[in-house]
């Protein structure tokens, strides 16, 4: 795998900015890999992606910020700077139904997820076996009635411990409170098993079959305090027809889930993801 | 074209139905072509179509109701039959978007679709000159703010002078009064430009955009008291990305309304729909 | 899980066939389920399904062919009767790539696939702990230039053994011979990375790629004689852009085999795949 | 509609391309509103389009090249300009089925394509009433056996008298000699019935139902000296089902037909498209 650095943007929209952070580039010898920006025209916003070779840059990336500074305050740029090889370390929180867990995990020992995942948490036991399989610590902590400010007590500690710096609801049936989703803003995913902003909230496949809609869905997005309202990261559909009974839904809503979640980590793991406006660039 | 009946039957579900069914017809001498029929297993319903060829048969139409009654009461059957001669007349409403319309009239005029179009009916004098091409006499009746019961009235004359048995909504953009609607029960479709249950009512590409969506849809329902409540019959969804501003949704979403719109009136007209519990059957 | 009987039948098109078979199953007592029939206009065909709950029915499955007997001669039906208990027994043949493996095996796990798999075969050892994970024994049968009879003769005596009736192919890189072939007609499942008969044969990715398609597909099939030329069971494809280089290619093909692969499976195993002029009905 | 300025470009790949662009549109104060570049790793090739607005730009565009003449030589570019305001002149040529024609004339109409249609041209008279509906002048140049050069000719002499740039063959059915084709190089867009590299050449709808493929597709394209082999602009495909005779997929194929060649124009004509290695790139 290439060592690169990938520089993320996004300010008001004016004339020169590419230039300007083009040059920046090329005076420490930065060989593009990628670039990719976008002018939203109804917001004048400017967003961009660029991703360099990182072997003949002659800046160092500690020193980065402060030779950047100008350039940034000029435009009044919000960025972010990302390695390749700083791998983001992940954590994956699931519940009783573990398919994500088992596809997320596949995908990890074969090479598609380029992150560490240095433990699994769960307020179930059930999905041990598939962790342990695939050689990840797996932490059950069981969430009691009144006791979910204790049980987060004990996953911040677990998740500080473990230096996470990103979290995965796979299917995770709890609700996180506001203060615990603060501390990770736009670093847990979610998968909720409905077309967004459709069926928010539970049982959404029974409603959509009580509903009779001739398409379900699937939507991974950021949590924020209020539920599933985040920014979506992507949506995928399945047809449907009057011979699928509930069983039928849920099985085919079980490989959306997995689709659409995946790909969000994947994404989220390459540094594609630009949030504003409560909505996400996905730079592909 | 050939000359057949179509049966379309939902009753409780029990035993030796399809045997009843089976030999009714074929005392009668009927050539089956198609039948297809559905179990609902939570209902514990039976849905039904079978389509038969006439020129053999030797059951007079006109009494088919007594000849099927003692079957029909026994099992308690709501049925209906239809012929493929007996060609619906359908008016088409619509305002000024026009994009559904002269599809629809293209798919008419070359075959596609099997009924009577006696008039087109709008509240705008826009879309006159599409009609005029495919020789549709055009009724323009303007609906005035405080003025819909009129207009109504004149839409309703009009209707039973041309003996319209169906209305398609190609994009009219006002509300019906529950009076109208219920003349026409299971009679009236409708294209709504979004993934319904999301986004129902006012503006949904718009509503589409600001949630950022990565999916947009278009829904064909028929019409109750209920705004964009009725059973649905076709969805159908595009992908969009940041880099689709508003105008490129609306233009997408015209794509889908086509596709929805025209799909709902096809199997409108070879009696393919059948609706229960709010939903619909699609017999394919 | 309910006790069932599926027949499936398929002889040419006749006025009577529907009410012969429905008198013949009510006779008996059968309580039907799920009925699908299909005429082929062309070929003048008639294709049916019809599945019943065996609770209620009066005739010993052992002497259903002879009670049938006369309805299938008068007919010239070819007929077979399958049950919901008699699991089918899989053995599943694999190489390196394990993707497909895995996701099949999970699935059987998690019930989706109600089916016996008594063994996994390859010619390499890598997929070992995958199917040992699942406690599915795994038979590596190395396949060295020349020694392909021996190797296929080897793979005859597990199957043998071990009473497989069904091989499915899961990315298995060899080609078997038609003497093997022969053995299980329409029991050899395959999956075939292009969407055929665009790219049969070797490397399609590759293929694909340097064609510059904009949508790439996988395809799922029976083997038979001619390579990648049987009666194709499902297809399904994924959009790719300029940005998609080949590894891209390959990971969202992976995605795709693994989908009309386990799709295949899952029909082939509920007895819903009817093959005639080398096509299938799927009788969903 | 804003008066702006595209610029394409590829080239070999190498540090300082996007610095150098971007510093000479600075320059001339360009004000970048689009820019999406493109790296082939494989090739080791840069791709880029650039879109600016021309209203404070203050080079002439008929100084461009001669401006632009040093950074394309150094980087040995091959670059194309394109303005906005210079629209494409397009000849729509068409033999009986007329269905791609009244779509585009419709998304003409309605101010989707932003290009010229000066004239339509034909081998039957059958399509003329929709075009003069749309006020496009008709010419109906018959091809008769051994008359296949004099057609050319004429229809060349046409071409020239209203200055057309593009020919769009919506589903011309004559086959063009390699002179005529020699002649619109990368100029010619072509729609293809199937999912090619499936079923090219004649009746793939015939071949596609015989195979029993599960997918049907249609394919827009570029026009070269091999018989549909040219750089693929856009595909899709349709799911059918054992349902769906020769008649549905003709249907369904003809939807799919009109939306892989009304995308291809508009991308086109925004000049989106740039072709390298007998692929596109297309610029969304």
């Known amino acids: ?12 929209d004016q004339r020169g ?24 025209g109804e917001r004048i916003l ?23 500074a100008p350039i940034a305050e000029r435009y009044r740029m919000e960025w972010r700077l990302e390695t390749s090889i700083a791998r983001p370390r992940l954590a994956i929180f699931v519940s009783k139904y573990d398919h994500c867990l088992a596809d997320l995990l596949y995908r990890h020992q074969s090479g598609e997820l380029s992150c560490e995942i240095p433990l699994v948490v769960s307020n179930h036991p059930d999905a041990r076996p598939i962790a342990d399989f695939y050689r990840i610590p ?17 996953q911040l500690e677990l998740l500080e411990q ?14 996180l409170s506001r203060d615990f ?6 670093r847990i995913l979610n998968v909720h098993h409905s077309f967004l902003p459709a069926f928010s909230g539970a049982r959404p496949y029974h409603r959509a079959f009580d509903r009779g809609v001739k398409l379900i869905g699937a939507t991974s997005h950021y ?62």
């Open 1 to 12: 795998m290439r060592n690169t650095a990938i520089l993320l943007i996004h300010c008001p």
């Open 17 to 40: 900015l590419v230039a300007a952070i083009a040059n920046f580039l090329l005076s420490h010898n930065a060989n593009i890999l990628h670039a990719d920006q976008h002018q939203d």
């Open 46 to 68: 400017f967003l961009m992606r660029v991703e360099w070779d990182l072997s003949d840059f002659n800046l160092d990336l500690a020193g980065f910020g402060k030779a950047f």
């Open 138 to 154: 797996y932490h059950h902590i069981p969430v009691i009635p009144g006791g979910a400010d204790e049980a987060e007590r004990r």
């Open 162 to 175: 473990h230096q996470v710096d990103t979290l995965v609801l796979a299917r995770y049936m709890q609700i």
């Open 181 to 186: 989703v603060a501390r990770y803003p736009q």
């Open 223 to 284: 949590v924020t305090e209020t539920l599933d309202d985040g920014p979506i990261i992507e949506q995928d559909v399945a047809r449907i027809s009057h011979r699928d009974q509930l069983e039928d839904l849920l099985q085919k809503g079980r490989d959306l889930e997995k689709a659409v979640l995946s790909r969000a980590v994947r994404w989220y793991i390459e540094h594609r993801i630009l949030v504003y406006a409560n909505k996400t660039v996905i730079f592909d």
